[in-house]
């Protein structure tokens, strides 16, 4: 069940719970465009393993109220937060996507909470321009706007984009499906699963178009976050089918932090990944995390 977190300074931060409350505690990082309801993909398989899944919206998507971009290192300051209302003491985090910085976030600010970490298909520092090429015109195109002219960015992608996608979610699928691989596809026309991403597509884009424009934003500018200090275990997951956020990334981040292991998953692509492995995913972060 969703609620809201008032925070010291007024600020709301909303979050949805799902699989055992009473398990292990895995906070989980969504996407772009996205909301804490994506997680609701891993739902069963998180109770099936006796997981509290534990999913925030971000500053301007969701219930969450919106921030001015800072610096995806002051993130962790949330989720910490958030840790102290549930009273858990540690935890494991798990970042998909355009979730994955911020999940690096976590366990760069957090060490003494964070037991491990796993990165599903993430998000590298895209300000290296060598990561942006492997990227879809269209990411390619906002990342552009967003270095070299953030006002631009808010016409490409403002509030009247933000709630003609939140009408039609489907929209966003359409846009992406001739930049995806078969698999993806397949994965998309699930009905199931288009449930699922619908909603949290509206959500996300509840608020218009503030979060993603926020995040865009911080993507390009220092992260605040020193990948050779992560002193936890990460798994990186990566399909060698990822037309969305390239496999590049991962070997990225994974040259990078000193205890990674990345996992290549041959022919999978960034839907198929986190919506059929979900349980594997959630089963490697649970095995790393120390008797409670």
Known sequence: MSAALTLP????LGFVRYGDLNGHPVFYCHGLPSSRLEARLAAAAAKRLNVQLIAL?????????????????????????LADHLQIERFAV??????????????????????ALGLVCPLGPV???ELRRGMSKAARFAFFLAQHAPWALAVFFGDLTARLLRRFPDLTFALLRRYLSAKDRLVLADPS???????????????????????????LRPWGVELAAIDR?????????????????????????????????????HYSLPAGCAEVILQDLVQAQPNR
């Not at 608020?207 to 995040?215: E, I, L, V």
């Not at 969305?244 to 998953?265: E, I, N, T, W």
């Open 9 to 12: 300074a007024g600020r709301r």
């Open 57 to 81: 919206d971000r500053p301007g998507y969701g219930r969450s109220d919106p921030l001015p971009p800072t610096q995806i290192a002051d993130w962790p300051e949330d989720v910490e937060r």
């Open 94 to 115: 798990l970042g998909v996507s355009g979730g994955g910085p911020y999940a690096l976030a976590c366990a760069w600010r957090l060490p003494h909470r964070v037991t």
């Open 127 to 129: 300000a290296q321009a």
């Open 193 to 219: 699963i288009r449930k699922v991403l619908r909603a949290t597509v509206r959500e996300g884009l509840r608020q218009g178009s503030k979060g993603p424009r926020r995040d865009f934003l911080q993507y």
């Open 233 to 269: 275990p990460v798994t990186l997951w990566h399909g060698t089918a990822d037309t969305v956020v390239p496999l590049a990334h991962s070997r990225f981040l994974a040259q990078r932090l000193p205890r990674a292991k990345l996992c290549v998953l041959p022919g999978e692509g």
